[in-house]
């Protein structure tokens, strides 16, 4: 984003316009003293106003070329037109010179605002950025300070030769007092006085202040002259008709430049030709008014056209300052405080972006504002970037720490590959895999590398484990056959048929042999023991064994067939007793929640009945699982 340098006006560029459609004819007073003159009969000769009013300037003003479009130009291209003016030694051209700078400035600016995009699109701070070198740059501001030292000389030299410019006015106006004072022989010396008078015309500019003093001077003594003079009427006629056979011209001109496309080139020619009008005698009496409402006439189209352009550029800069003013609001409204995700920065980038864009469509504002509001919409948009910088810094950060944790993940699973019993550590690696979803995403070129490694790991140790199981549930099913053919067994037992003792050793000898059997397939296990406790209840049911007591019993017989150092001891007395404190917890949950129950509704003696109920079950269990403890206590001491 950048802002392109206006063209300056005319007044900002130093110009001294002079109104083209003034009110006085420069005619009117100038030639008041040449009537009586042309009414008499006088010798011929030219009239008396000749540099009439010419303001004096302090140099020659070369127009700049209003034809090219410095703004269409490269760096380059304006390098080598600025190059082209300083070898021309023309320091005249200043106008074209300030024209191509702007353009040059409003190059770099928007290229050097590029750089910067571009850097602060990468993450970096705005403080860390430096512009790149930049050659034509180098090479323009050589020219440019070339062209200064130059111009610094070449007005040095106007200025004295504006100061012999005057000098020489005033020596040819001392030349003219001393013809005139020489009355006896004033027509002998009407060529030297036309020479005289050619070479006044032909000094053009003097130093800035003493035109009018100096056109006084040299108006009086030409109209001293004149007085003295007895010109030949028929000379003079021929001088009039010539004088408006030129300002004639001079309308045509004017007329011309009120259809001209370029409103300010227009203007300034129009200046000019004022100036030469002034600088053209005087036409006759019945002339002079109709031919200067003509042409200023032809002027005032002129000049209203000129008067138009700048109130409708004054306008469009009134636009253009609400237009950027709004949009300094509406960038400044974006809330991007709570953003916590790419997502949310981009959408916000695109915002900004495009506010950016439609920044660039309007035109300049007014002078004393443009760079007001520019600095405040520029303050703007850098701070969004150095927040969304520091974003991204952050989130950089953060990527990194997940690579290295997952990276340490996939090592903790690649470790375990070396384990022999893939069945003891799978929950760990479960574990692993479960730790894994709480991680968050790493950088998106690492992502697709770091998940393939570790999901790599993780199936393998799970295929190996799978293969590890196959010989398992070979075993599983050997021991699905045996633990069914005690169950067919325990269906072979009738209570009312065999008698109870033999029959109940019977079943112990069963349960025994049960309780030696290994792991059944995890599918059947449940359905498998429900039949077998099934069958050992009947059993007990028939012989008039309590519940507890054939649960008992079937307990006693599974420890009696084991050792006192069995590990198989120390987990059965492990997973009690875990079983004790929970139900211990259960029952001191269900005493709490009693006193929560309204006893006074039907419904509420209900559930506390029910209540009463669970809680009795749960102190019968605590006794059994107590007693089972116990047990296990006695055999391994």
Not at 141 to 157: D, H, I, P
Not at 434 to 445: D, L, S
Request: hydrophobic fraction near 35%.
């Amino acid at each position: 984003m950048n802002e392109l340098e206006k063209t300056p006006s005319p007044q900002q560029e130093g110009a001294t316009p002079t109104p083209a459609s003034a009110d006085v004819n420069p005619e009117t007073a100038a030639a008041a003293t040449c009537d009586a003159a042309a009414e008499t009969e006088v010798p011929s000769c030219e009239e008396c106003v000749c540099d009439a009013g010419t303001p004096a300037v302090a140099e020659t003003v070369a127009a700049a070329d209003d034809t090219k479009d410095w703004h269409s130009m490269t760096k380059e291209e304006l390098v080598d037109a600025l190059n082209e003016i300083v070898e021309s030694g023309n320091m005249s051209r200043h106008r074209e010179v300030t024209a191509i700078k702007q353009a040059f400035h409003a190059l770099r600016t928007k290229e050097l605002d590029r750089q910067m995009s571009e850097f602060l699109d990468a993450g970096n701070p705005a403080e860390a950025f430096a512009a790149k070198p930049d050659e034509a740059e180098f090479k323009f501001k050589e020219l440019l300070s070339q062209f200064r030292e130059g111009r610094a000389q070449f007005l040095a030299a106007e200025e004295e030769r504006l100061a012999a410019n005057l000098a020489a006015k005033r020596k040819i106006i001392d030349d003219i007092k001393n013809i005139v004072e020489d009355i006896d022989n004033i027509n002998l010396h009407y060529p030297r006085f036309q020479q005289l008078q050619a070479d006044f015309k032909e000094i053009k500019d003097v130093t800035p202040g003493e035109e009018a003093d100096l056109w006084k001077d040299y108006q009086a003594v030409v109209e001293l002259f004149y007085d003295r003079l007895k010109m030949n009427k028929e000379l003079r006629d021929l001088d009039f008709r010539k004088n408006l056979e030129t300002k004639r011209e001079f309308i045509a001109k004017a007329k011309e430049l009120a259809e001209a496309p370029d409103v300010i080139a227009a203007f300034r020619q129009l200046q000019e030709l004022h100036a030469k009008w002034r600088e053209t005698g005087p036409v006759a009496k019945e002339f002079r008014e109709p031919i200067w409402e003509e042409f200023s006439a032809a002027s005032s189209v002129v000049n209203k056209r000129h008067q138009q352009f700048f109130e409708e550029r004054k306008a469009a800069e009134q636009a253009n300052e609400e237009a950027k003013t709004k949009l300094c609001e509406e960038i400044e409204a974006i809330d991007y405080s709570g953003n916590n995700s790419f997502n949310k920065w981009e959408e916000a980038t695109k915002q900004v972006l495009d506010i950016q864009q439609r920044w660039k469509g309007i035109g300049f504002a007014s002078k004393k504002v443009n760079t007001q509001l520019f600095a405040r919409f520029r303050k703007t948009c850098d701070e969004f970037f150095a927040a969304k910088a520091e974003y991204y810094k952050r989130v950089k950060e953060e990527l990194a720490s997940n690579l290295a944790k997952k990276t340490a993940l996939c090592e903790q699973v690649e470790a375990l590959l070396e384990s022999e019993d893939r069945n003891k550590v799978a929950d760990k690696v479960v574990a692993l895999q479960n730790e894994w979803k709480t991680i968050g995403g790493v950088a998106r070129r690492h992502s697709d590398a770091i998940w393939q490694r570790f999901t790599t790991a993780c199936n393998k140790f799970f295929e190996d484990r799978k293969r590890q199981n196959s010989a398992l549930r070979k075993e599983e099913n050997e021991n699905l056959a045996a633990k069914r053919e005690v169950i067919e067994q325990l269906k072979a037992i009738n209570p009312e048929e065999t008698e109870r003792n033999e029959g109940l050793t019977k079943v112990r000898e069963l349960q025994a042999r049960w309780q030696g059997i290994g792991h059944v397939p995890y599918r059947v296990k449940d359905k498998v023991y429900e039949e077998y406790r099934a069958e050992c209840d009947r059993i007990y049911d028939g012989y008039h064994q309590s519940g507890a007591r054939r649960r008992m019993s079937g307990f006693e017989s599974s420890i009696e067939s084991l050792d006192a150092g069995d590990a198989k001891l120390t987990r059965e007395r492990d997973r009690l007793y875990r079983a004790y404190e929970q139900k211990r917890a259960e029952l001191k949950t269900f005493e709490n929640n009693m006193g929560f129950f309204n006893v006074k509704s039907q419904g509420g003696n209900s559930m506390v009945r029910e209540m009463e109920k669970r809680i009795a079950r749960i102190k019968d269990d605590l006794q059994e699982l107590k007693r089972k403890i116990e047990l296990i206590d006695e055999k391994m001491d």
